[in-house]
C-alpha cells in the first residue's frame, strides 16, 4: 500500500497518525499539489488527498481510495484492536473546528510558504496556493500574518475549551481509549505548531507529543510573523 498526501493536510495527518499508531505497512510520498502518478491520476476524477492505493496479492494491479474517512475505516479494520469506533469527530469537538476555522487557517496558512513544503514545491503550486488561500480567508496572507497577535489572542482561551472537549487529561490518565477525536485533534494542533506565537495549555501541548512519539509523525518547525515579514512571496 502507499499512501499519497500534502504535509500540511490535516485530513492527511488524521490518516498518517492512524497509520504510525497501529504500525501498518504503508509507504508514503508527498505530491506536488496538482502531479501525481499518471497511473493514480487515471483512477481518481478530481485530484484531492490523502489518495490510498491498494496492490492485489501479485502487486500487478492496483486500486485506489479516497477520503481520509474511508481510509481510516479501512486502515483500521486490517488489524485489531481497532482504535476508534468512528471515522468522524465528535459533534462537539466538529462545532469547536467548524467555530475556529478560519482563525486556525488564517495562523497557519501564511507561514506554509516558508516550510518547503512538499505540495508547494512548484512556482505553479504556489501560486495557486497563495491565490486560493487568500480567497478561502477573504484576505491576503500577508493581511492574515499582519493579524497574528488578534489571531492568536482569539484562539488561546478556545484551545483550553477544545481541550476538554476531547476529554485530554483523562487520554493522558490512560482513563479512556484512543477515539478519533484524538486524530482529529493531533492533526490541528500540528499546524498550529507552525504559529511561533501561539502558546497551547500545557495538557494540549503534552497530548500532542505523546501521539507525535508513539506516530512517528513529527510537528512543524514554529516561525514567528516577525522572520516572514521580508519574504517576497507574500
Known sequence: MKLYAFDSCPFCTRVRTLIGLKDIACDMEFVVAGQLPQDIAAQIDRFAVPILEINDHAETNSTVMQESGAIIRFLDGLAEPKLSSSVAPSTEVQSWLDTHRKTINALSYPRMPALKLPELGSREAMNYFLSSRSKSLGMSIKDA?????????????????????????????????????DLALFSEIRNLSMVYELRLP????????????????????????S????????
Do not use: C, M
Open 145 to 181: 500574518l499582519n493579524g497574528t497577535d488578534e489571531l492568536v489572542a482569539q484562539l488561546e482561551p478556545a484551545l483550553f475549551e477544545l481541550a476538554d472537549l476531547a476529554e485530554v487529561e483523562a487520554f493522558l490518565d490512560n482513563k479512556r481509549p484512543i477515539s478519533f477525536d
Open 227 to 234: 522572520d516572514l515579514e521580508q519574504l517576497a512571496v507574500l
Open 202 to 225: 500545557k495538557h494540549l501541548t503534552d497530548f500532542g507529543w505523546n501521539i507525535s512519539q508513539a506516530s512517528d509523525v513529527p510537528f512543524f518547525r514554529g516561525i514567528a510573523a
